[in-house]
């Protein structure tokens, strides 16, 4: 770098905290082009999450359990508030919603399959069921949505649980668009729309508007499954201890908390950045809400945005959550941001590992695209042992943890287990500073 | 009292039903509208038409009434609706002698829901198929998102009807609300009264022969066929400028 010597010696160029490389680099896209970046994923940027947190583990005053010899179980009922039939998983990991369209049929098949052999539920998306999702997942949480792309009640009775969607953690007030090139002729006619065209999935539900419509509605889903199938609700982390409130009010089986980290499909960069809140800090509000109401565990809570490992699913659990749900993990276990395919990736412009443009639908790994050449290369079968290797090693992980703090039940993790590493997760939390007593706000 | 198929019915369903010639009679009085909608339901698609017709009493705007039938039932309510009469409806006649609440018809796939009175908002939302026939008015969002269904509004229809509709028919007599047909797809509208505005890349089109006779084939269905002529009325459809964003076209949004 050419430099410039001064009378008072070399003064190295220095970069601006406020205008950082991405800031000037996202300027100047917007200048070229005219319009705002869109990608796919949840925020990329560093918020508080779950490692800001510590398990304080056995010790003196508590006894831990033998790792590989004493049971921890892990199983886990959802809905069991007003369902006939409550959904039953062995483990508290679940996957969470993702549309055909957005995900190819082998990725959702393999979604399907990996959930199957783990234990646990899949959950379909925007754009409806398709037939290989079903027969593959033992059980399917099928998500009611405001633009309704597929809904059928044949679909809905085949669902194991319906899961209404208010909103999602990368986008709270957002609705999606799936750009035309990723409309292949199955999916537009699934969601009845010409091929080819930009197909905008709606913010808001298009036949009801706030808590009371939504208590008839749930009415109405019930009636027509005849009160069968547990009702999940799920909604952006913003105002948690409110919208559960709400959720609780209008009817809800299980509430699904998604953090900003949760991914998306495809959404604008500023809404995913700045807008919503990070799981950590939700999900003791949201139980402090079914607390006061006395629903703790009556209504299950589920939470979701960038569950990693082990380590993640035991410290929401320890908040109070009943299960996670997983998606932008599930996409990695699956193959997404492979690097076997690093030469594909700096064709795109990108690398393995940072890989965004779903919405192109040009992704090597086949997960995100309709191009059959491109989903070609994802075998459902091999993909969904994967998930299914992944699933297991996170509930053996959070099992480890669980033991070493005496528990014999995931669910018996507590807050009093853990720690906070900074002042922001012990203040959002409500978890104790680590080596102190001291919450903040408290 | 018809005969029916006994092994369907538990003594409690056989002991709700009042006894007439041809119409088994539920009153909503002393019946809940989940044992009603459970004995509606539980008819297949494999239903004969004349097999079974029922006639419901005092609805006194209860909600979820008939909702998700699969089977060509006749279902007549005597009086007012709540919401989502008839929602997801497949195959059955639903006849309401009164006003409809919010989402009457939703998503409904197949059949005829004619109300005889007014319909509240998001009538026929989402709905893939079947013929909704309102007599009076209907409210805002009449039609939003529609995916196939026809509707047709004797009176007229409030604002943003036909919202992002995507395929299927609305047919308003009377006049219609602000913002008509925002953001619509590829569905039709023809309004025959006064429309206060329309919404983003929503344009009158040219009625030609083709859209004519179209509009004759659900005046008939409506019974109108021959006491209203098509000519009077005006198409309005999707310009097809907003189906693959450009930044040009922000102004329109």
Redo the contacts between chains.
């Keep these: 770098m050419k430099t410039i010597e001064k009378a008072w010696g070399y003064m190295p160029p220095r970069r601006s905290a406020t205008f950082d490389e991405h800031a000037i680099a996202e300027i100047r896209r917007a200048a070229a082009t005219g319009i705002y970046d869109i990608r796919g994923g949840g925020t990329k940027r560093k918020v508080p999450h779950f490692d800001d947190l510590l398990f304080l583990g056995a010790s003196m005053s508590r006894y831990p359990l033998e790792g590989y010899r004493e049971r921890c179980d892990t199983r886990v009922i959802l809905g069991t508030r007003f369902a006939k039939k409550p959904v039953e998983l062995a483990i508290p990991v679940t996957i969470a919603g993702m549309s055909f369209g957005a995900l190819s049929a082998q990725a959702k098949e393999a979604l399907g399959r990996g959930a199957s052999l783990a234990g646990t539920s899949t959950t379909t998306g925007d754009g409806g069921m398709t037939p290989e999702e079903r027969s593959q997942s033992k059980t399917l949480i099928y998500q009611y949505l405001p633009s309704r792309y597929g809904m059928n009640p044949d679909d809905l009775r085949k669902a194991d649980a319906i899961e209404i969607v208010v909103g999602q953690g990368a986008k709270p007030g957002g609705g999606g668009m799936l750009l035309g090139q990723k409309i292949s002729d199955r999916v537009a006619k699934m969601r009845s729309l010409p091929k080819g065209i930009d197909q905008r999935s709606a913010c808001r539900h298009p036949d009801w508007t706030g808590a009371d419509d939504l208590e008839i509605k749930i009415l109405e889903l019930r009636e027509l499954t005849g009160w069968e199938k547990p009702i999940y609700l799920k909604m952006g982390a913003s105002r948690p201890y409110y919208d559960v409130a709400l959720a609780v009010k209008a009817g809800a089986d299980v509430v699904v908390l998604d953090g900003m980290q949760g991914g998306t499909a495809a959404t604008q960069d500023v809404f995913i950045e700045h807008v919503g809140i990070p799981i950590l800090s939700a999900i003791r509000s949201a139980v402090r809400s079914l607390q006061d109401l006395g629903m703790h565990r009556k209504v299950q809570l589920i939470v979701s945005g960038g569950i990693r490992s082990g380590a993640d699913v035991a410290k929401a659990l320890a908040l109070g959550a009943d299960a996670v749900a997983i998606g932008t993990a599930a996409l990695i276990a699956l193959g997404d941001n492979d690097p076997r395919y690093e030469d594909d990736y700096r064709a795109l412009g990108t690398t393995a590992g940072c890989y965004d443009d779903w919405h192109e639908g040009k992704d090597p790994a086949g997960i995100t695209t309709q191009d059959p050449a491109l989903s070609g290369r994802l075998d459902p079968v091999l993909a969904g042992r994967r998930l299914a290797n992944y699933l297991r090693v996170v509930t053996l992980e959070a099992q480890t943890i669980a033991r070493a703090c005496g528990k014999s039940r995931l669910h018996n993790l507590e807050p009093e287990d853990l720690v906070a590493l900074t002042v922001e997760a012990a203040a959002m939390t409500r978890i104790p500073l680590a080596g102190t007593d001291w919450i903040p706000g408290l | 009292m018809n005969q029916i198929d006994i092994g369907k019915w538990s003594q409690r369903d056989l002991n709700m039903l009042r006894t007439s010639s041809d119409t088994r009679e539920i009153d909503l009085l002393t019946t809940s ?2 044992d009603l ?2 004995t509606l ?1 539980a008819f297949g698609s494999n239903t004969r038409s004349d097999e079974a017709s029922f006639r419901v009493l005092t609805p006194n705007g209860a ?2 009434i008939a ?2 039938i ?1 089977a060509p039932l006749n279902v007549e309510i005597a009086g007012h609706v ?3 009469c008839g ?2 409806n ?1 195959c059955a006649s639903i006849i309401i002698d009164g006003n409809a609440g ?2 009457v018809g ?2 409904m ?1 197949s059949g005829v829901i004619h109300v005889k009175g007014d319909a509240s908002q ?1 009538a026929g ?2 709905a ?1 198929g079947g013929l909704l026939l309102i007599e009076g008015n209907a409210s805002a ?1 009449c039609g ?2 529609m ?2 269904i026809d509707i047709v509004v004797k009176g007229g229809i409030g604002h943003l009807s036909g ?2 509709g ?2 299927g028919r609305l047919v308003a007599f009377g006049d219609a609300g602000e913002a008509l047909g925002d ?1 619509i ?2 569905a039709r509208i023809y309004v025959r009264g006064k429309v206060e505005s329309l919404g983003a890349d929503c344009i009158e089109k040219e009625l030609r022969d083709e859209h004519r006779a179209e509009l004759f084939a659900l005046l008939k269905q409506a019974d109108e066929a021959h006491k209203a002529d098509v000519s009077e009325f005006r198409r309005y459809g999707s310009a097809r400028k907003l ?3 450009h ?1 040009d076209n922000a102004g329109a949004y």
Excluded: L, P
Aim: aromatic letters at 14%.
């Design positions: 509208v989940r909608n459970a339901q909600h979820a909702v998700g699969d709540g919401y989502y929602g997801m497949k919010q989402g939703e998503n796939m998001c939302a989402t893939h969002r939003i998102s995916k196939g919202f992002m995507q395929t953001s797809y590829e189906y693959n964003f930044i």
